[in-house]
T-cell receptor, first 111, second 111 residues
Framework: NAGVTQTPKFQVLKTGQSMTLQCAQD?????MSWYRQDPGMGLRLIHY???????DQGEVPNGYNVSRSTTEDFPLRLLSAAPSQTSVYFC??????????FGPGTRLTVT | GQQLNQSPQSMFIQEGEDVSMNCTSS?????WLWYKQDPGEGPVLLIA?????ELTSNGRLTAQFGITRKDSFLNISASIPSDVGIYFC????FGAGKSTFGDGTTLTVKP
């Protein structure tokens, strides 16, 4: 049982490049979400999903896309990376939205 | 959008001392969550509160859901060095499917 896995752990991008951050869970959780954490700040919700085929925007969705084709996976896409997207990205899952469990994070730097 | 004010921003205490931190909001929440984050890791859920006035303990940690639904506090008794980390509160509104996080309280425990 791997829980919540995120890949890659570290990534450096150049401005304008695209990439996908992967999040997978093997706990059959319906709820999955993506947060970003900037230095000295709390976590801000980017997008979330309450089940396969259903996604919705969070607090800071601009510049990010998501899809939820399976219960297990919830990838986060950056279509054209910007330096303002330099951050640590956390995926979280849960049976409901009430008590999400967080993955280990992906540290992204955009130069 | 909803915002949480978490205080204090940081605390420096001696091992064995008790700690208290709190979160306040201008909006009502139906759920309060408390997380701890160790360096380089994702947040880990400590306590979840679902009812106004609820007082819940997890070992040396005790958290309460404020009667007004606009605040919550976390106490740590008899602190030890492994309590070091960043503590986050998070609030949820019923059916919203998303959490709003405070900016965190950084705890340092001196042996």
């Amino acid at each position: 049982n791997a829980g919540v896995t995120q890949t890659p752990k570290f990534q450096v991008l150049k401005t304008g490049q695209s990439m996908t951050l992967q999040c997978a869970q093997d706990m059959n959780h319906e709820y999955m979400s993506w947060y970003r954490q900037d230095p000295g700040m709390g976590l801000r919700l980017i997008h979330y999903s309450v089940g396969a085929g259903i996604t919705d925007q969070g607090e800071v969705p601009n510049g990010y896309n998501v899809s939820r084709s399976t219960t297990e996976d919830f990838p986060l896409r950056l279509l054209s990376a910007a330096p303002s997207q330099t951050s640590v990205y956390f995926c979280a899952t849960g049976r409901t939205a009430t008590s999400p469990y967080f993955g280990p994070g992906t540290r992204l730097t955009v130069t | 959008g909803q915002q949480l004010n978490q205080s204090p921003q940081s605390m420096f205490i001696q091992e064995g001392e008790d700690v208290s931190m709190n979160c306040t909001s201008s909006s009502i929440f139906n759920t309060w969550l408390w997380y701890k984050q160790d360096p380089g890791e994702g947040p880990v859920l400590l306590i979840a509160l679902y009812k106004a006035g609820e007082l819940t303990s997890n070992g040396r940690l005790t958290a309460q859901f404020g009667i007004t639904r606009k605040d919550s506090f976390l106490n740590i008794s008899a602190s030890i060095p492994s309590d070091v980390g960043i503590y986050f509160c998070a609030g949820q509104t019923f059916g919203a499917g998303k959490s709003t996080f405070g900016d965190g309280t950084t705890l340092t425990v001196k042996p």
